[in-house]
């Protein structure tokens, strides 16, 4: 059993913390990146306050519904209702914004680097950043993908043209019946390919990405590595903070950095081994690109 231990977060802390963050970087063997929604966040893929209000007013208003997140999860009656919210959800969040500076600073720190990356998040932003797709494993989906919600195969179809069909057509938070997506192979209603429950489609695309993540993770396993975690929380800490801790705990070598603007409690155990940064990830990356001493 991890237990966590408080950090300082004087300013002189914060430089220090980030001096050695930045050695750590440009000296590591490897570098695995481990993303969580902090860092779209950061990056301005705000799913609550103005920028819901913004686009889903109508929503805040017919269903009492307050972001976009609890929008996803709402009993809609009918699949015409169920695509107009998340097509419209899609088309923001998925098509519609850059990467976003965070994604595009991280990127010119790695991008010379032995890295991969795993990430929680299902926005593409990597992608959209440059980072190599042979370096990338988003292991809760894609909104990018639908996939069946039976479901009756393991394959995932991409729907960038379907999407924008239904939020052109859409009126009154409804979509035509005729845009109704179903399975090619089934005829079952489609639905997102998101981690929700355990009907979650892991296609041959997956599994391939989650392969290399193991191998990665294999082949370092004794070497210098940084474990650089970025805007994870503990929704699902099973996935990326739980197995930094944990591979930092068996190597002596490796090196858990944690950069969140809320918590960055470590376990006493690595406590000597990390270097938490609470901040903001946009303000943090700058901060590391242009650090000289201070």
Known sequence: MFFRTKTLKSTSD?????????TEI??????????GAGLSTSAGLEYGGQRFYDHFSDYAETYGLQDMYSAGFYPYKTLEEYWAYWSRHIDLNRYQPEAGKPYTDLLKLVQ???YFVITTNVDHCFQKAGFDKQKLFYTQGDYGLWQCSKPCCQETYDNQEEVLKMVRQQKDMKIPTSLIPHCP???????????????FVEDKGWHIASSRYKNFINKHSNMHILYLELGVGYNTPIIIKYPFWQMTATNQKAVYACINSQ????PRKIEKQTIP?????KKVIEDILSFHDH
């Open 263 to 266: 918590e960055t409690a470590v």
């Open 112 to 114: 010379d680097k032995n």
């Open 185 to 199: 192979h089934c005829g079952s209603p489609m639905t997102m390919n998101l981690r929700i429950d355990n009907t």
């Open 26 to 35: 440009d000296g590591a063997d490897a570098i695995l990146i481990g993303a």
């Open 277 to 281: 940064v609470q901040g903001d990830i």
């Open 14 to 22: 914060y430089w220090e913390q980030i001096k050695k963050l930045k």
